[in-house]
């Protein structure tokens, strides 16, 4: 069984287990209605198997990287009271209240910008919104909302995009006006990113193309989505989805 | 309201935009080597053809050239490019392609399609634009440019497979006869076309690697074969123009926008001077050819002007700034989208982006100064401890630490003592900015005087001389 299922399937039991019989303890925590995203990085775990480069002082500063892109979009909303984040190996979750939709999109897409820019690595992820606990100062989040998110990542986010449930969009009608949320070919709903940056720093796609060449981004989509440097389609697919999603935004990859 | 646009708009745009007739070899080259950026051909070739006795010019490129149906339109519109929003086009505006046009009678484009069996022409007539120029109050430029304008098409006498755009100057003018005829034009030609650097040159390759390692992005993909008469002309730099401290490198980035971005880059500075920085010779390469995606802005002294005009840091006058600049050989290769050259092309368009730059270039000449400074100390006085320590920081500054212990070494290396150049030249050294019947005179009179000094009074004629030439110097500043 794989690491992914386990943990599900400690989930789902930490889940249904019978609700303790009450006596003197303070009345038992329930679930609030929260928005609740998981963002992860791709090719992480290949780094780590990959025995001939061996180096794990790389994928420890490649962690501490995404911890600190975290913890300075976060902290100010954890101080406030309004957000937790927890991560986990190589990926974070993040619970906020329903009428801070629009700051978790921009801080899932201003991850995902830094996680290519400076990492040169593609990240997926899901935002969804159902019921969710936080306890233990953040350092415990369970619920039925982490699990979709979860699951949403690994099943169907598929490429390298964060993709947005429907209860999202419901739950937080009337706070939403986040406006980089796009719809892709298949129908699901999506952070375009790199739409969003170009907008937060005014820039036009030439400068964004420049920006992406000089930080060697370019060479090293068209690199891997040749099948010869990747030959296995399921992650070739990765690179050449945020290749399309450079071309969207009218960005050439030459 | 409609806006009255005349014929003398054009004359604006073209004319007076180019007023050195060698800006139009620069304009058709760029305009070839745009197309190139847009859609490589295999072989890329742009060839420069004069004919002085039918005195035609034409520049042909084997690309792909327009689109059928865009051609005609394209080549009649003033003021709009056709390089669409082509990432790396070199940034010509449309009105480039007219450049010609008041040097020549008649200016003719020809576009030949892959797979086509004909060929498509535009002409603009020059001889009719003259006269419409002379005689017409007309503010109907529509108008004018109807009259003056042709299109046909005609059939073409070689192989369908062939493709390719010309440019053919018909019964061009005095100006640029004049041009052709000087000693230097193929020289010229390959300071400001943006040619590739010559096999022989050994510093090619390091540029080249290490403008990639910094840029990201090749510098290959704006390097182009041109020929002139059938002859390739290439960079103007070979191994005597590597000097003492070899080839150093400066990689200049914009300041950060924001924590969420990388510091964007503007390019590569490489730059090589003797350890005494003293003028190279006039007719070198000498100074700092300042190149946005290789196409060349201004002159050697782009740097100096840049940083002298509307600057409240000073760093020197002019004419220091010319002179130091004179003991160096070297580029700046800038390929950023942050920066737009200024209509002329002979500098950036001031906004907070090259006011960064001007920044980072100051600070450049500044150190670049300095060390030309505290070398000429140290090279009279290489005893006084304070003097050497101050010329290894300067060399450190200048070159962040490139290689000084070799420096020192070599600097403090007193079994060769340098000799005074035979080629050196007073006048630019003394007078960089006068005009040349000036200088030559002076040079002249310069010579003339070191020789009579010496004549009288062997060796120590030369301090009399020096001290002549120096009350000369002194008086030529004030004067200025």
New interface residues.
């Given amino acids: 069984m794989s690491n992914d299922s386990k943990v599900l399937q400690w989930l789902a039991e930490e889940d249904s287990l019978p609700a303790k019989e009450p006596h003197e303890e303070p009345p038992r925590k329930s679930y609030d209605k929260k928005i609740v995203a998981w963002l992860d990085m791709l090719g992480i775990r290949a780094k780590i198997k990959d025995e001939k480069t061996n180096d794990a002082e790389s994928i420890i500063n490649i962690m501490s990287q995404m911890a600190s892109y975290v913890s300075s979009s976060c902290d100010k909303y954890m101080a406030e009271g309004v957000m937790s984040y927890l991560q986990i190996a190589d990926g974070f979750m993040l619970v906020a209240d329903l009428n801070y939709a629009d700051q978790v999109c921009s801080i899932i897409a201003d991850i995902q910008w830094k996680i290519l820019i400076n990492l040169k690595m593609l990240s997926r992820g899901a935002i969804t919104a159902g019921n969710v606990s936080v306890a233990n100062n953040g350092s415990l989040i369970i619920g039925p909302a982490y699990v979709d998110a979860y699951a949403m990542e690994s099943e169907n986010a598929i490429y390298a995009r964060t993709i947005i449930s429907d209860a999202f969009l419901s739950e937080t009608k009337d706070y939403l006006s986040f406006k980089f949320i796009k719809e892709d070919f298949d129908r699901t709903n999506y952070i375009d990113y790199i739409h969003y940056i170009m907008d937060k720093q005014s820039f036009d796609s030439k400068r964004m193309h420049k920006i992406l060449v000089e930080q060697g981004i370019c060479k090293e989509l068209k690199k891997s989505y040749d099948p010869k440097n990747t030959p296995k389609i399921n992650i070739r697919q990765k690179y050449g989805w945020t290749m399309s999603l450079l071309s969207r935004n009218k960005i050439e990859i030459i | 309201m409609r806006i009255g646009m005349g014929i003398r708009l054009l004359e604006t745009l073209t004319s007076a935009l180019y007023e050195d007739p060698i800006v139009l070899f620069r304009e058709y080259v760029q305009n070839s080597a745009d197309a190139f950026i847009r859609h490589p051909a295999v072989d890329n070739k742009i060839e420069i053809t004069i004919n002085q006795d039918d005195r035609t010019i034409e520049f042909l490129d084997n690309g792909y050239g327009v689109e059928y149906d865009e051609f005609e339109h394209k080549m009649r519109n003033i003021g709009i490019s056709d390089k669409g929003?082509a990432?790396?086009q070199i940034g010509f505006r449309g009105i480039g392609r007219l450049s010609a046009m008041p040097f020549c009678r008649e200016l003719i484009f020809t576009n030949k399609l892959e797979g086509s069996s004909e060929v498509q022409k535009f002409s603009w007539n020059g001889e009719k634009y003259n006269k419409l120029l002379s005689q017409s109050t007309s503010d109907d430029l529509e108008k004018a440019v109807d009259e003056i304008t042709k299109y046909w098409s005609e059939k073409y006498s070689g192989d369908d497979s062939e493709h390719f755009f010309k440019v053919t100057l018909v019964s061009y003018g005095d100006e640029i006869s004049e041009l052709i005829s000087m000693g230097e034009f193929d020289d010229n030609l390959s300071k400001i076309l943006p040619v590739k650097y010559a096999d022989a040159f050994s510093a090619k390759q390091q540029i080249h690697d290490h403008y990639a390692d910094f840029?990201?992005?090749r510098l290959e993909k704006f390097e182009f074969d041109v020929f002139l008469n059938g002859n390739q002309l290439f960079k103007p730099y070979t191994n005597e123009n590597i000097l003492e401290s070899d080839i150093v490198f400066w990689d200049l980035c914009f300041d950060k926008?924001?924590?969420?971005?990388?510091n964007?880059?503007i390019g590569v500075m490489w730059f090589t001077f003797n350890r005494k920085v003293s003028s190279n010779p006039p007719k070198s390469p000498r100074g700092l050819y300042v190149r946005s995606k290789n196409m060349l802005l201004g002159t050697e002294y782009a740097i100096a002007d840049s940083v002298t005009k509307g600057n409240k840091e000073y760093v020197a006058t002019y004419r220091e700034l010319t002179q130091t600049l004179n003991g160096i050989y070297g580029e700046l290769l800038i390929?950023?989208?942050?920066l737009s050259d200024n209509a002329r092309r002979d500098w950036f368009r001031i906004d907070a982006s090259s006011i960064q730059l001007r920044t980072i270039l100051t600070d450049y000449l500044r150190k670049l100064k300095a060390y030309r400074y505290a070398a000429s100390q140290a090279f009279n006085d290489k005893q006084t401890q304070a003097k050497k320590q101050k010329v290894i920081a300067a060399y450190e500054d200048l070159t962040k630490g490139f290689d000084s212990k070799k420096f020192e070494q070599e600097f403090y290396d007193t079994t060769e003592e340098p000799k005074e150049d035979n080629t050196f030249f007073y006048a630019d050294d003394d007078i960089p900015r006068r005009s040349i019947t000036a200088k030559k005179f002076y040079e002249e009179i310069l010579i003339g005087l070191k020789q009579y000094c010496t004549a009288i009074d062997g060796e120590q004629g030369i301090e009399s001389f020096i001290k002549i030439r120096t009350f000369l110097k002194q008086y030529l500043n004030s004067r200025d």
């Fill in positions: 929003s990432i790396d840029m990201g992005d926008t924001s924590d969420d971005m990388p964007e880059k390929d950023t989208a942050r």
